[in-house]
């Protein structure tokens, strides 16, 4: 007998693949992986990764994220924002954490804040 379960998998990651193009806004609970492009808003309870191919243009709220790719617009991450050397971001970030490696490229403000930076 099959046990009905609605809660939600997050270990379940989504994945926009390269070459795909989204207009719009998306909200995810789970975990999000960003190969291609959006131009909307994204927000996810959980962990966002931006590929090297990924672009996003809208703002993002997320738990954590990881930037290899281009992101423009305002950036809010309750724990920890990791932009990688390929990465090219502009635009506010609001962020409990930050990892900046030697390459990357980042034009806007940064505010690091213990209190949840997702509810602004």
Same mark, same amino acid.
């Given at each position: 007998?099959?046990?009905?379960?609605?809660?939600?998998?997050?270990?379940?990651?989504? @994945?926009?693949?390269? &070459?795909?193009?989204?207009?719009?806004?998306?909200?995810?609970?789970?975990? @999000?992986?960003?190969?291609?492009?959006?131009?909307?808003?994204?927000?996810?309870? &959980?962990?966002?990764?931006? *590929?090297?191919?990924?672009?996003?243009?809208?703002?993002?709220?997320?738990?954590?994220?990881?930037?290899?790719?281009?992101?423009? *617009?305002?950036?809010?991450?309750?724990?920890?924002?990791?932009?990688?050397? =390929?990465? =090219?971001? =502009?635009?506010?970030?609001?962020? *409990?954490?930050?990892?900046?490696?030697? &390459?990357?490229?980042?034009?806007?403000?940064?505010?690091? =804040?213990?209190?949840?930076?997702?509810?602004?």
């Amino acid at each position: 007998m099959a046990k009905e379960n609605n809660e939600i998998n997050l270990q379940v990651i989504n @994945l926009i693949a390269k &070459g795909t193009r989204i207009t719009g806004d998306i909200v995810s609970d789970g975990d @999000l992986r960003i190969d291609g492009e959006i131009a909307g808003n994204l927000e996810s309870k &959980g962990r966002l990764v931006i *590929g090297a191919s990924g672009r996003i243009d809208g703002d993002i709220r997320c738990k954590s994220c990881e930037i290899a790719g281009t992101h423009n *617009g305002k950036t809010f991450v309750n724990e920890l924002l990791s932009l990688k050397s =390929s990465s =090219s971001v =502009s635009g506010d970030i609001v962020t *409990g954490k930050l990892s900046i490696e030697p &390459g990357a490229f980042f034009a806007g403000t940064c505010t690091m =804040s213990d209190e949840s930076a997702t509810n602004e």
